[in-house]
């Protein structure tokens, strides 16, 4: 078939693609898709590692982020290549999957890729690699396992050291012992045991943005923080004992749903009327005010005049306040959401230490604090810049991850190299055991994690080579699975002692992910692309009128 899908039948042309199909096919196809791949993997690969760089990213609208957060970098880029794409979303899975080790799995693919390209130069088949990636996949997580240590869920210490190694490469560095204690005090307070399992859902740890101040100034609350104000400026500012009604509907007269015409001939009509609905409103916060209520949040508006009988009774109000906040309000004071304000009794009624609208920056917040065991949690992260604020919620938001992944599956495995080098070694010796041309795509497994090793070297300036031969120096040894890189002395250490350790979920999840992506791309020997030439036309049309 030529490059158009064209087959010539007894020397006629048979057209099979529409007009303007593009068609890439064989090598060509292949080569196209891995450099695609590749360069997506190297553009990450500058950003790995505690020595990484960071990368600015602008928008079509000019915002701009500064980030080495893979994930982040991934999903802000307009990535058009669908081989490339590919790479993205295959990283997206591992943010969502984990929430972390996007750059291992990215670059992990890309390095996967370069090997395959020096097999596919020896003409060993696709197919052949595919396979023999597969085997070596299964064998290095059969062995990560082997290698994993166990931990238990009361260190403290050691969730707080996976929780700094994952802010290591971050730009909070500077506050990370700060930020590792807040990570694990609030994922072991969201922690539920469920038949004998630990569950952890992170969306019950709420995260508020404020820059102004320093990152040292982040607290973790015990409660909830609504970036909201005091409704009336005649309610108390601060509750002690709170008893918390948590409403969602409207303290106000609702708007009938048809259009109605009220004819009033004299002023005493139109008293009576007003009247009757003060009495409404009096009638709702009377009801409210007899359950025992002194806190009332609310999801929907409340009137003025509500708000007027509410401050007289000296109830503090909170209006429209978002349903997700809503719900972890229920979980931290254990109260329950009435839709309906004659349904509220005071067994419906949350409970709180303090009840407290403070100024944090320029803006006014409600802190409920001193919750009964709070099942969701709030952390206000300060910073002197916006843009520093938002890295340090990613850092943060990895730090969670990382906590919550060791909760799930309490194993980890050592940093700093140390866990790619030891599969390394195992799986060469591993493709012994493997015969014909799939014992050299193992080796190119094996050589490819040896890669992630080189990039986070190169990083901090040092010599890839020499460190890389003498850490499977180090592994060669019977203890030799704890060592890796110290970044910042360029010398093999025992990561053990360093406390550079990490989730073995993270890690196996790398793993899976990067050889996913580059077996998919090897998979591809055709790229069919639908016209363009359509849509170009139609953009003519609509310029002309």
């Known amino acids: 078939m030529s490059a158009k899908g064209v087959v010539p039948t007894a020397g006629l042309p048979v057209l099979i693609l529409k007009e303007g199909t593009q068609r890439t096919s064989g090598a060509e196809a292949l080569r196209s898709n891995m450099m695609a791949a590749i360069t997506v993997a190297e553009m990450l690969r500058t950003t790995y590692g505690p020595r990484g760089m960071d990368k600015m990213l602008v928008d079509t609208l000019g915002d701009i982020t500064i980030t080495n957060d893979g994930a982040t970098i991934l999903d802000k880029m307009d990535v058009q290549h669908p081989a490339a794409k590919m790479l993205v979303q295959i990283a997206k899975g591992q943010d969502e999957e984990v929430g972390d080790g996007t750059k291992t ?17 020896k003409d060993v088949h696709p197919t052949i690699i595919i396979n023999g990636f597969k085997k070596a996949l299964d064998e290095a997580i059969k062995y990560a396992e082997k290698i994993a240590k166990p931990v238990s869920l009361d260190e403290e210490e050691i969730l707080k050291k996976i929780a700094s190694t994952a802010l290591t490469s971050k730009a909070v560095h500077g506050v990370r012992e700060r930020f590792a204690e807040i990570a694990v005090k609030a994922v072991r307070q969201v922690a539920e045991e ?42 108390p500012r601060r509750v002690e004992n709170a008893k918390i009604a948590l409403i969602d509907a409207p303290l106000e007269i609702e708007k009938t749903e048809i259009d109605a ?10 008293r009576k009327f007003i009247e009757q609905k003060e009495n409404l409103l009096k009638e709702m916060v009377e009801k409210i005010a007899a359950t025992g209520a002194n806190v009332v949040i609310c999801q929907k508006g409340i009137d003025d005049v509500a708000q007027h009988f509410l401050a007289k009774k000296g109830i503090l109000a909170v209006r429209r306040v978002k349903r997700s906040d809503m719900e972890k309000l229920e979980r931290a004071t254990k109260g329950r959401i009435v839709s309906s304000i004659d349904d509220l009794s005071p067994e419906d009624l949350g409970y709180a230490e303090l009840v407290e609208e403070r100024k944090v920056g320029e803006d006014k917040m409600v802190f409920i604090e001193g919750t009964k065991d709070p099942k969701a949690v709030s952390i206000v992260i300060r910073g002197g810049l916006e843009r520093i604020v938002d890295e340090a919620e990613r850092s943060l938001r990895d730090a969670l991850s990382v906590v919550a992944d060791v909760l799930r599956n309490p194993k980890i495995v050592y940093g700093g190299g140390a866990f790619e080098a030891e599969i390394a070694k195992h799986i060469r010796e591993f493709s012994t055991h493997v015969s014909g041309k ?7 497994f094996a050589k490819a994690l040896e890669g992630v090793i080189s990039a986070l070297v190169e990083n901090a300036g040092l010599d890839p080579i020499d460190i890389v031969s003498d850490l499977r120096q180090a592994h ?8 890796g890189v110290n970044i910042f002395t360029g010398k093999i250490e025992d990561m053990e002692k360093l406390g550079v350790i990490e989730p073995l979920a993270v890690k196996v999840n790398a793993l899976k992910a990067g050889t996913e992506a580059a077996t998919l791309i090897l998979r591809i020997d055709d790229i069919i692309a639908a016209s363009k030439v359509k849509e170009e036309k139609e953009k003519k049309e609509e310029k002309k009128d």
């Open 105 to 121: 799995s990215v670059i992990f693919a890309g390095e996967l890729l370069k090997a395959a390209e020096d097999l596919l130069a």
């Open 438 to 444: 799939e014992q050299l795509a193992v080796q190119a």
């Open 194 to 235: 469920r038949k004998g399992r630990i569950y952890v859902d992170l969306d019950n740890i709420q995260i508020i943005k404020k820059h102004g101040g320093s990152l040292a100034d982040t607290k973790l609350i015990y409660g909830i923080v609504l970036d909201k104000e005091v409704v009336h400026p005649g309610m």
């Open 261 to 270: 015409e009220i004819r009033i001939s004299d002023p005493e009509m139109m």
């Open 476 to 483: 060669s040894k019977e203890d030799g699975v704890k060592y």
